[in-house]
C-alpha cells in the first residue's frame, strides 16, 4: 500500500466520452490515486477565477498528468492543459485515439508548407472530427517539433476503443510506490 495517494489529472475533452472518462477514472481510482478529472467535479475551483485559471492550477498542482486525446477539441482547455504539463516539465503520459494519428498522416501535407512550417490550414466541423488543432495537440504531445533523441515524456498510446487502454494503465500506473520513488528521485534531482 502506498504511503501516500498521489493526485494523478487525466485532462481530455468530455462532450461524447463520459463513458470512456468514467472507465479511467475508475481504474485509476481503483489503483488509489486521487483523480482530478473536471468531468467529475474533482478540479479545485479557487474563488474568483476563470475555468481556465482552475484547470491550469490543477496541472500545476498534480503530481502525475495523463492527457488523453479524442477526435474533439472542445474549447481548447485541454490543449492549453497538455501545454502547460509540457512547459513545466510535469511527469506525463498521452493515450490517444486511433483516429487521431491516422488524421495526421492524412493531412500533415495540407498542414505544412514545404519547410515543414505549420501553416493556417483548418477544417470545417464535422462530426468525426471537431477541429484539426487535435492534431496539433497531438504533434505537441509528442515532441514533433523535436528530433526524436531530444524528446521526453511524449509517450502516446494509441486505442480504438478505451478497454485498449487498461494495460498501459495497468503498466504505467497499478504500482503507485513505484512512482512515489520515481517522483522523490527526481525531487532529489531538483533540489541539488
Known amino acids: 500500500m502506498a504511503k501516500q495517494k498521489l493526485k494523478i489529472m487525466v485532462s481530455s475533452t468530455v462532450h461524447g ?76 503520459w498521452f493515450i490517444s485515439h486511433h483516429f487521431i494519428e491516422y488524421t495526421r498522416q492524412l493531412m500533415k501535407q495540407f498542414m505544412y508548407d514545404a519547410n515543414g512550417i505549420r501553416n493556417d490550414f483548418q477544417i470545417k466541423y464535422t462530426p468525426v472530427l471537431d477541429n484539426i488543432k487535435v492534431v496539433d495537440m497531438y504533434n505537441e504531445a509528442i515532441q514533433n517539433h523535436l528530433d526524436s533523441d531530444k524528446r521526453r515524456s511524449h509517450w502516446a498510446q494509441p486505442f480504438f476503443k478505451t478497454s485498449d487502454t487498461f494495460d498501459f494503465l495497468k503498466t504505467q500506473f497499478a504500482d503507485m510506490n513505484k512512482r512515489i520513488i520515481e517522483l522523490e528521485k527526481l525531487n532529489d534531482i531538483d533540489n541539488e
Not at 40 to 69: H, M, R
Open 17 to 92: 466520452s463520459d463513458s470512456d472518462l468514467d472507465q479511467i477514472h475508475g481504474i485509476l481510482n481503483g489503483y488509489g490515486y486521487e483523480v482530478i478529472m473536471s468531468k467529475n467535479g474533482t478540479v479545485y475551483v479557487p474563488i474568483g477565477v476563470s475555468n481556465e485559471e482552475a484547470c491550469l492550477q490543477a496541472v500545476v498542482d498534480c503530481d502525475l498528468f495523463l492527457g488523453v486525446i479524442f477526435p474533439r477539441y472542445g474549447s481548447g482547455i485541454t490543449h492549453k492543459e497538455f501545454s502547460k504539463a509540457i512547459e513545466i516539465d510535469k511527469p506525463r
